[in-house]
């Protein structure tokens, strides 16, 4: 596949990786061009996945579309379609509950946690460490556990609702989190240990620096940025939801590091993880009674309540583990938006890729496009049983039980 | 405070090319929204290249051929839309805000100035509105990183446009379960 061409007095070979590869997750296409094992100069191209959510959505009334948004990605199934509710409310005007804000910084947290413990098990993985990654992956487990626990599904968890979130956290399950959290902050200082001392491991990770001034530049966002010494996070700086509150009471602020290049991320994503511990038992213990939806009813009701809105703008955004989600809402007074954008971090992220492999060994390839956490989805879940010839229809009532019987026991 | 320096600003540099302009968010402004004409653009984002690198969020791209209710007058009928949406003063705790540039343009002469050599990141967005919307952006090649539609796509079809440039019936996919839902539901009614 590769080609060896002259250019001047060097010998350049060119080599096409993707769209399908196992170094990569998702379908992409990079075309390098290596003097000897160092880039030279790369190529991107996206494109491999047409999904038309943005076209589906002109069909589908204001609640059908959270579902859709969930599924945009995998990882994220809570940062988008909070991001889509927050510029349906932003739009309409719609003030939330404190409770219900402070039950989406919780959610939001709880999938910081796990997309973080995530990308550190496949960035071990890509650089050879596969006991990091299985150790990484056992403990994202219980992360999904209380998942399953709270709000019913691990994968797409179903927390938000406009002008609100769909279900309440109950009191009984307050211990349970906590005891989550606790064990997780027990285990956290071997992952950190492993990943910013061991000599073998940060060697690999010394790779891959995006400077602050391309960071700048490409508007990179989330870990990558803050991992190049840009002091950006929707959290703290625009403060949406309770993180304003979050943050005058308890000093939160970004974490950041100056390096910029594979171990400055992880060092950021790491801390992060152990931030988002905190933050979250600083809003269990600071969680407020009352309401958790600003529209009492039904579907009927809180579509009825959206219909009134005409000639309506908003944007939703907020900080997600990739980085910032933001969300376009237009509203003309139908059932559904008039237009939706939604748009991922790994967008502006991915463009960052070219700047950070120039000057990079191959071998490095897939730990620095690693680094950047692109998105994949999966959003595999069993609806239908056959079994024995038998077909069995379970309602999403049977399903949570089941799956809730399954890991707690008489839950 | 800083919104009101920062549209005090615009509206002196942009004179004639300034529509309006309205905020969200009290006393100090967390949304900014501002509608200028085509023509002033590229000096909107010289300008707030001048206060750092602008950190643009995204571009949304519209078809205005079905809005009734006009959030400014004139901004409905056969017209494209193009929001571009900037991240301000990340950088201060608490003080970052969204800067919204509302631009428009009629569909006879779908032409926008590129901002992408200010903005490198731009010319993603503007390839993706050039394929979704049919926008021109002179200067920004069609096919590249960031192009939205299939290789084997129709070139004079745009999947957002909500006229009869819009995907035609034959291209939409049908679903089995979805014919047979709609003819049990007929059924229904007929009974």
Redesign the interface.
Known sequence: MSEVIRKGYSEFVRIPIGPIHPALHEPYYFFFELEGEEIKNVWIESGGVHRGMEALALNRNYLQIIPIAERICGICSNSHPLAYTMAVEDAAGIEVPERAQYIRVIAQELERIHSHILWAGLGAHAIGLDTAFCYLWCLREDVLDIWELLFGGRVTHAVNWIGGTKKDIKEEDIPKILKMLKNLRKALPEVVDAFLYDPTIVRRLRAGTLTKKDALRLSALGPTARGSGVKKDVRWGYGPLAYGDLRDDYGYKPIIHQDGDVYAKTYVRLMEIEQSIDIMEKALDDLPSGPYRAIEGKTPKVIATLKKVKGAEGIGRHEAPRGEVIHYVRMEGGEGPYRWRPRAPSLNNNFTLPAMLVGCQVADIPIVVASIDPCFSCTDRMTFIDENHRKFVLSYDELIKISREKTWGDA | MKHEKLLEDMKRILGDNFISSYQ?GEPEA??L?MRIKKEGLRDAVKYLTSL??P????I?A?DLE??????VEGESGKKLML?Y?F?M??????????L?LVVTTPKEDPVIPSISDL???AE?YEREAMS?VGVEIPGVEKT???????PDFPEDIY??RLDEKG?PDDMKRRFRWREELEKKKGGDQNE
């Open positions: 969200k967390k949304q929204w750092g690198d950190q643009l969020s995204f949304v519209m079905k809005i009734t209710n006009p959030i929001t949406t991240t003063f990340h950088e201060d705790l608490g003080g970052e805000m969204i919204n903005c490198p990141l993603v979704i590249g990183y960031g192009k939205w539609t299939p999947p957002l995907l």
